[in-house]
């Protein structure tokens, strides 16, 4: 926590003022993980429904993706802020609106044959597609804003303290959204949830920043880093390749677990699932970064790997409540140390005119991820049931691991000792961080 004091009073209020929107945009949006696939079942939707619904998320994310990084550094971290945090104010009360609405089903034809399309689940998807905005908004220019200010030196211990808004939030959401479902019903979560949001929007219009766009010389308004080229090169392409793979998983959790509990018959809050990760990924977060200032990110990366692996093969094996909770934690580990950890390499290996573009691609393979993993894992779930996919997911994220482990670098040795914490990171743009 020392380094908060070589900080002026201003940017530590600034830091402030920040914090407490991350924890009210994650509040917000986790609050509806053990609310919405619950409150989509009522409106008659099967289990590969649900998922194609909560992956909608995702779709809207990977659509939103390219246009937001780009803005962050074009026109500055705070606008694409604002942005993020908006969705997520506005969403719950999208979601809302369906409750209230008819119950609407409609036949058309097409050919032949007849088509039934349910607008209460197409409005819905609709509404979940432009709640993804946020975190292709907030999360880069969150992310941004703070390895814009970190010294080199310092940039995983800072990144560790302010990503704490994430496992906090991610343990007071679902607990709070869980709570209010049972004792209030659906119509009073989703309004906190909106409320959190809002307290968010007004913390992030006191937030400055100190990043300044770098403006561009006359006549050329060609883009010097094309966007989706990037993703392409060795020092985005793996990162986004693990993400994909934990995004797989994340999606499986985000969007089965309340579903899988019922289906074994564990009597268990489902929110207390996601607050033992969140109480999990916290501890963990003030341990790594500081410890990746020392001593590379590579280790800690290959470690969240093999521990997210864990996981997923718990919740498969899991048949109570304590084995559910365990599996909880364990993945909260994982997160708490990949998350972090991506951001940081992100920060390493980009300029700070490209670096809402970096970050933002290596975050394309996680959004990927979790619009995949809702409708596919939904249909093999209605055939083999919630247990199997969370195996499949135990898979995805070991090929993540054998990924990382052996093309984290530019060939084989390389990515071996960088792996393991032996070798340097070759593609690091700062002198400081290269020659470590």
């Not at 990171?425 to 470590?436: H, I, L, N, R, S």
Request: hydrophobic share 55%; aromatic share 10%.
């Amino acid at each position: 926590m020392k380094i908060f004091l070589s900080f002026s009073p201003a940017l530590r209020f600034n830091l402030a003022a920040l914090f407490v929107a991350g924890l009210c945009f994650w509040a917000g949006l986790a609050g509806l993980l053990p609310i919405l696939p619950l409150f989509i079942e009522t409106l008659g939707a099967s289990g590969q429904q649900i998922g194609i619904v909560m992956a909608s998320f995702a779709l809207g994310l990977l659509l939103a993706r390219p246009r937001l990084s780009r803005l962050a550094d074009e026109r500055g971290r705070k606008l694409v802020l604002l942005i993020g945090i908006g969705a997520i104010a506005l969403a719950p009360l999208g979601y809302l609106s369906i409750k209230v609405l008819p119950h609407t089903v409609l036949s058309l034809p097409w050919g032949s044959q007849q088509v039934t399309l349910d607008v209460s689940l197409l409005a819905i998807m609709a509404i979940r597609a432009f709640h993804g905005l946020s975190i292709a908004a907030f999360v880069v220019a969150y992310s941004a804003l703070i390895v814009d200010i970190s010294p080199p030196q310092n940039r995983g211990e800072l990144i560790g303290y302010m990503s704490l808004v994430n496992p906090v939030g991610l343990a007071l959401g679902p607990a709070l959204g869980g709570f209010l479902l049972e004792g209030t019903g659906f119509e009073v979560a989703f309004l906190a949830m909106g409320i959190l949001g809002l307290i968010g929007l007004l913390c992030c219009l006191g937030v400055k920043e100190t990043y300044q766009p770098r403006p561009r010389s006359l006549g050329n308004t060609e883009e010097p880093h094309p966007f989706w080229r990037l993703l392409w090169t060795p020092r985005v392409r793996t990162p986004a390749i693990i993400l994909l793979m934990v995004g797989l998983a994340f999606g499986t959790l985000t969007t089965f677990v309340p579903l899988y509990m019922r289906e074994s018959g564990v009597s268990l809050n489902v929110g207390l699932i996601y607050t033992a990760s969140a109480l999990a990924s916290f501890t963990i977060r003030i341990l790594v970064g500081r410890a990746s200032d020392r001593h590379g990110r590579g280790r800690f990366i290959t470690l969240s790997l093999a521990l997210y692996t864990l996981a997923m093969a718990i919740f498969w094996w899991a048949d109570s409540a304590s084995w559910f909770l365990l599996a909880g934690l364990v993945q909260g580990m994982a997160a708490g140390t990949l998350i972090p950890m991506i951001a940081a390499l992100m920060g390493d290996r980009s300029e700070s005119d490209e670096r809402g573009r970096v970050f933002g691609l290596a975050m394309v393979g996680f959004d990927v991820g979790i619009a995949l993993a809702g409708p596919t894992f939904g249909g093999i779930a209605d055939a083999i049931g919630y247990r199997g996919i969370f195996g499949l997911a135990a898979l995805m994220t070991l090929i993540g691991l054998g990924v990382f482990v052996t093309a984290s670098s530019k060939d084989l040795p390389h990515s071996l000792r960088f792996a393991l914490g032996r070798g340097r990171d070759v593609y690091a743009v700062d002198p400081y961080v290269a020659g470590k």
